[in-house]
């Protein structure tokens, strides 16, 4: 998830949420 967030500028935002 944190990861997600620190991108937060694409998809990865998104993968992150269905993550948790």
Same mark, same amino acid.
């Given at each position: 998830?944190?990861?997600? &967030? &620190? &991108?937060? !500028?694409?998809? +990865? +935002?998104? &993968? !992150? +949420?269905?993550?948790?």
């Amino acid at each position: 998830m944190e990861n997600g &967030q &620190q &991108q937060g !500028s694409g998809p +990865l +935002l998104i &993968q !992150s +949420l269905a993550a948790d």
